[in-house]
T-cell receptor, first 116, second 111 residues
Framework: EAGVAQSPRYKIIEKRQSVAFWCNPISGHATLYWYQQILGQGPKLLIQFQNNGVVDDSQLPKDRFSAERLKGVDSTLKIQPAKLEDSAVYLC??????????????FGPGTRLTVT | QQQVKQSPQSLIVQKGGISIINCAYENTAFDYFPWYQQFPGKGPALLIAIRPDVSEKKEGRFTISFNKSAKQFSLHIMDSQPGDSATYFCAASRDPSGFYFGTGTSLTVIP
């Protein structure tokens, strides 16, 4: 079974520029998550999709961050414009919710963003 | 506001020893408590998880102890090995959404 794919793996941009990240979840997984992991901290949930609908985006800075999951499969996360504090690893995860609510999430390798 | 508080920040254990990491939460709506292991340059990987109707769960050398009244849970790694050296995160989740991670514990197992 192929894992969660993310690209690019690394990205360096200047502040005020735009950037986009791509995620391809495990086949058949209905739920997709985007997390921000700042160095030395735990992942912070930015947005959760169930199929192509948003379940939770309460911690997404909507003035600069946007995400979409067209057709309920792949997803993109965009930052426009980027700030220095956006430097972090952006993790994508997917899960298949089974009966009983087992939320086993499978994480991708992440995209390391550096904003200069 | 930190939904899940984790301690210690770092831990050094001798090979063969027991590693213990603790977490505490406030929101009683949480119904799923997983632990993740993360190696440098990799995404977190699920290690073991528990639901609040169970006080303990064991899988191999890894055990979760859960105290619902105290709103605390802990990870015990028995017979710790150098290969266990990684960062460990606890997390808490509620149905249908909301997933909160602790701040992480960097574990080093000395041969």
């Amino acid at each position: 079974e192929a894992g969660v794919a993310q690209s690019p793996r690394y990205k360096i941009i200047e502040k005020r520029q735009s950037v986009a990240f791509w995620c391809n979840p495990i086949s058949g997984h209905a739920t997709l998550y985007w997390y921000q992991q700042i160095l030395g901290q735990g992942p912070k949930l930015l947005i959760q999709f169930q199929n192509n609908g948003v379940v939770d985006d309460s911690q997404l800075p909507k003035d600069r961050f946007s995400a979409e999951r067209l057709k309920g499969v792949d997803s993109t996360l965009k930052i426009q414009p980027a700030k220095l504090e956006d430097s972090a690893v952006y993790l994508c995860a997917s899960s298949s919710i089974r009966w009983g609510g087992h939320y086993e999430q499978y994480f991708g390798p992440g995209t390391r963003l550096t904003v200069t | 506001q930190q939904q899940v508080k984790q301690s210690p920040q770092s831990l050094i254990v001798q090979k063969g020893g027991i590693s213990i990491i603790n977490c505490a939460y406030e929101n009683t709506a949480f119904d799923y408590f997983p632990w993740y292991q993360q190696f440098p340059g990799k995404g977190p990987a699920l290690l073991i998880a528990i639901r609040p109707d169970v006080s303990e769960k064991k899988e191999g050398r890894f055990t979760i102890s859960f105290n619902k009244s105290a709103k605390q849970f802990s990870l015990h790694i028995m017979d710790s090995q150098p290969g266990d050296s990684a960062t460990y995160f606890c997390a808490a989740s509620r149905d249908p959404s909301g997933f909160y991670f602790g701040t992480g514990t960097s574990l080093t197992v000395i041969p």
